[in-house]
């Protein structure tokens, strides 16, 4: 579908299967008969994107509206924006070809914050005015999701509406309202007041920032009463009802999960203080073995793909684990599937279960014990010991593994040197429990990964202030001193990179008018090494007289007004205080199936019982 004027420049860049669409398993029909159409956009590249699974469900639930065509859109790379550019073309839907201004809605996913470049860029590409109030009614709707939305401050003046939590359901009731106000003949403005009443949608322009004079927020209050003064995610109750796309488009270039992905389970009961998955996902609720396994056997009859990665927060968390593989491998070792489970937790790695998954393809292991010491893995509420973590390891080499990657943060509240020291001092035990056994050491290979905390809205540490750059290099380069093995690899993030998502996880409105300006300066894929410009980011700010230390380096008070107080993820701001102190007490909090902790999420869409 792609229109002749596009061929020319497709022949000049370096992956051309990005932009041509037309792959199996696409959803076509008559846009003449399609009352609402809709655009999905992955800012990011067609490979990271066509990985999403979210995009895909979210997709499938729409097209299966049969007055509803949704389409895709991905960021294109730099040489093909050139191109755009030079041609002065806009980028398209990848099913029809048509421009996005084309379309009644325009959905952009925001997985992660150093997105946001890419979301303003891909509406410039397309001709559709960045700011929502200089688009008059011929323009879509832009409407934005996904766990960045959260705190959809940042880009607030990007978006008309953001559907905050999970979709199945919501865009579909979205899509609903649009094709009656269109046949009615309802302004854009009268649209977007009646969006606000559905449960979950949050419409910026409705609400009202005032500002203290010492920069923090007075207050977000709606503009009219009918608007809800807090809006509160939608989760989907009963996860065997919820659709799952088992026929999809298959890529023409490889991937980065190139393989069907299972959703096995929402949800965490761990309570890590970090992870501000763990939290917005809550409750916790699973799909059945039986509807898991069906879908399972579909997805790889409609698609052919010879590898299944069961999805979750924690895979080992789910209740019915060891039936749900035996189920699996009753037909997938036949056929040469493999399977793999990507987010195991070391107090249940199952020495049994990892030899039934073996049994076809073997690969690495990943662990994330997170912190070097058990006082600051109290801190952060991990729940594991390092006799538990060399265990999980002796496990892992006595199946024939030989390669092990470690997850570890530096910045972590309270962390001092020793705890540095500690992530050292454990990856060499980890090294040394190898050796134990006279096991061949020529292949052993331990990874310590080593990110920088980042403070996130919804989070016990969503209070705290990040380490200041400086800090953050220090500390990283005294772990390296502190490795003394060429059988351990260290890899780490760069601070500065840490430091920017740190402002734009914990910012306001008055960040918008920076990243529209890093856009004209020619920012995007901020999380690409070769595109990221850090001294660019920080004359931007300068420029529109924002200090990012004041997002990113400062401790709040419990009683300041987050930009994010009017949105709720179901968990209880006082249950988020409650952890705070604790963690400041080095205190534990158990596992939310052995003791409920109160964090409210249990009352949230009807949901009975939020452990399994």
């Known amino acids: ?30 846009k003449d008969k399609a009352d609402v159409r809709v655009c999905f956009c992955f800012p990011d590249t067609y490979e990271i994107g066509m990985s999403n699974l979210g995009v895909k469900i979210l997709s499938h639930c729409l097209n299966k509206l049969d007055y509803v065509w949704c389409e895709r859109s991905y960021a294109p790379w730099d040489d093909y924006e050139k191109l755009l550019r030079e041609n002065r073309l806009p980028i398209y839907a990848l099913e029809s070809g048509n421009e996005l201004k084309a379309f009644d809605m325009v959905a952009f996913t925001l997985q992660y914050e150093l997105s946001y470049t890419n979301v303003v860029n891909m509406l410039d590409l397309s001709g559709i005015p960045v700011y929502a109030a200089e688009r008059g009614e011929d323009y879509p709707v832009i409407i934005g999701g996904g766990p960045c939305s959260y705190n959809p401050e940042p880009v607030a003046d990007f978006f008309d509406l953001f559907s905050i939590g999970e979709g199945e359901e919501s865009l579909c009731e979205i899509c609903a309202l649009l094709r009656d106000c269109k046949k009615e003949g309802k302004k854009k403005s009268e649209f977007l007041r009646l969006a606000s009443h559905i449960p979950g949608n949050y419409v910026p322009s409705l609400y009202d920032v005032k500002y203290n004079d010492d920069g923090t927020i ?28 088992t026929k999809f488009e298959i890529p023409f270039l490889e991937t980065v999960h190139d393989r069907i992905t299972l959703e096995v389970f929402r949800g965490c009961t761990r309570g890590c203080r970090f992870c501000q998955a763990g939290m917005i996902y809550r409750p916790c609720r699973e799909k059945s073995c039986e509807v898991l396994d069906k879908c399972a056997y579909e997805s790889v009859m409609n698609t052919g793909y010879d590898e299944i990665s069961l999805s ?36 249940a790695f199952y020495g049994e279960l990892m030899k039934k998954v073996m049994s076809v393809r073997k690969s690495g292991l990943t662990f994330a014990p997170e912190a070097g ?32 990657k470690l997850y570890f943060m530096n910045g972590l509240p309270t962390e001092t040197d020793e705890d540095i020291k500690g992530i050292a001092l454990l990856a060499q035990n980890i090294v040394n429990s190898y050796f134990e056994s006279g096991r061949p050491g020529k292949f052993l290979n331990v990874t310590v990964s080593v990110s920088c905390f980042v403070p996130k809205p919804f989070t016990p540490f969503q209070w705290a202030a990040q380490d200041t750059i400086e800090e953050l290099e220090r500390k990283q380069r005294l772990l390296r001193g502190e490795i003394k093995t060429k059988k351990i690899t260290y890899n780490y993030h760069t601070a500065k990179v840490s430091f920017i998502e740190a402002v734009f996880a914990r910012g306001d409105r008055r960040l918008s008018e920076a990243v529209a300006e890093a856009v004209l300066r020619g920012q995007r894929f901020d999380g690409w090494d070769e595109f990221f410009s850090f001294e660019n980011w920080m004359d931007i700010f300068e420029k529109c007289g924002i200090d990012p230390a004041f997002y990113a380096n400062r401790e709040r008070e419990y009683t300041e007004v987050l930009p994010w107080d009017h949105i709720s993820c179901g968990v209880d701001k006082a249950f988020l205080m409650r952890e705070s102190e604790k963690a400041k007490e080095e205190a534990t909090t158990p596992d939310c199936r052995t003791k409920c902790a109160g964090c409210g999420a249990n009352s949230l869409g009807g949901v009975k019982r939020c452990c399994p």
Do not use: H
């Open 1 to 30: 579908m792609i229109k002749d004027k596009y061929l020319p420049l497709l022949k000049k860049v370096e992956k051309p299967g990005r932009y041509t669409g037309g792959e199996y398993g696409s959803t076509y029909k008559d």
């Open 218 to 245: 007075q207050s977000v209050l709606p503009k009219y009463p009918d608007v809800p003064a807090k809006v509160t995610k939608r989760i989907i109750a009963d996860m065997d009802k919820v659709d799952f796309p």
């Open 312 to 347: 979750s927060l924690s895979i080992s968390d789910y209740t019915e684990i060891d039936k749900l593989i035996n189920k699996l491998l009753a037909w997938t070792e036949e056929k040469k599937i493999s399977l793999s489970l990507p987010s195991m937790r070391i107090d």
């Open 373 to 404: 010491t058990q006082r600051l893995r109290d801190v952060i509420n991990k729940n594991i010991t390092e006799e538990e973590i060399l265990n999980s390891c002796r496990m892992a080499f006595d199946n024939g593994r030989q390669n092990i």
